[in-house]
């Protein structure tokens, strides 16, 4: 596969998304001097959906733009002082199709298999128990950039990533669109290894 192919599939996976929510904007947010709402809201709406996962998938950082605002109002019962804004935004996301040929750089290594990060938005578990007596795979070694094609996949509302289950195309010499250092490689293996590997068994047990 050549490598502008390769970038025509992963540019499936990122689309417009259009969001409908509503955020609150409190006493101590109007105390900080002059403020626009505009600002305010914008800001507000990056903190809660950038950099994890919406309905529509995975919500890429800086994307997102505020379209439409209604005016403010307080709600009953309520006595907090919150004034709420009903607002309209769009931003990119990621969502992988099964079937997506994409790369990137191996996070972790063990007996249960290796994981690989794609922009820090999508976490793809690559099952040893698909690649016995695959030589090239089992040599590959944490830092090392990889093709592998998406084969199912799986997210919540607020997860910090989506994760996949995978299967290993080839290694690649072209650096992926969006990388983790290996200090931060190490935090993420030893923060998320219990729940990845608890996450892997239960997909393998589906299959």
Partial sequence: MTPK???????????????????????????????????????????????????????????????????????????????????????????PPDGTILQGEILRKNKMGMFVNYKDAIHVILPRDLHIGNEEFDSLQIGEVVKVEIKKSRFQVNDEYILSVGVYLGKTIAAPAATVQQPMANAVAESDENNEEEQEEEEEGKE
């Fill in 5 to 95: 192919s390769n970038v025509q599939l992963e540019s499936r996976m990122e689309t417009i998304a259009l969001f409908e929510e509503k955020i609150p904007i409190t006493p101590r947010d109007l105390s900080r001097g002059s403020v626009k709402i505009e600002g305010l809201l914008s800001d507000k709406l990056s903190q809660k959906l950038e950099g994890r996962c919406s309905l529509h998938g995975y919500v890429i950082p800086g994307t997102m733009k505020l379209l439409s605002r209604s005016v403010g109002y307080i709600e009953k019962g309520r006595n907090t002082g919150d004034i709420v804004y009903h607002i309209q935004a769009e931003g990119n996301v990621i969502y």
